[in-house]
């Protein structure tokens, strides 16, 4: 299991992503933060919120990053992890999160929809019914 976070800026905010890697199956959930974040600002944050993050399904097929032995390759890793851009299974991860929030907003729009449609028919089917009462 091994979690990464990542912070970039994305015009006009810093933007966070939090990977979650766990039997190569990767999650990810994106965190907007307004100014560019300190490292202990994202710390906490994480402490505070991390039960609160909706992570994305999860994408099979990721490798975990194996921890190197050697502290100069480790460092070198971290350097090249935090100058490259999110791999594109962070990026499918996150399109089929939006992808499945936007398939739950248009349900519960359709059911809404629905049910004010219900509504309008019932009342119009009362003033119906008072109409024809009186002769």
């Not at 907007?32 to 974040?37: K, N, R």
């Not at 999860?58 to 935090?82: C, E, L």
Request: one cysteine or more; charged letters at 30%; hydrophobic letters at 40%.
């Amino acid at each position: 299991m091994s979690m990464t976070v990542t912070v970039f800026f994305e015009d006009p905010f810093y933007v966070g992503w939090v990977e979650h890697c766990e039997d190569s199956r990767l999650t990810v959930a994106k965190i907007v933060f307004g100014a560019e974040p300190s490292d202990a600002e994202v710390w906490c944050f994480l402490l505070q919120h991390m039960d609160s993050l909706r992570f994305s399904p999860p994408v099979d097929g990721v490798k975990p990053f194996a921890i190197a032995s050697n502290p100069k390759r480790r460092q070198r890793q971290a350097a090249q992890a935090t100058t490259r851009f999110l791999g594109t299974k962070a990026q499918q991860a996150l399109s089929l999160a939006h992808a499945e929030a936007k398939q739950e907003r248009r349900q519960q729009c359709r059911a809404h929809r629905e049910a004010e449609e219900e509504c309008k028919l019932e009342i119009r089917i009362a003033k119906k019914k008072a109409r024809h009462r009186g002769h």
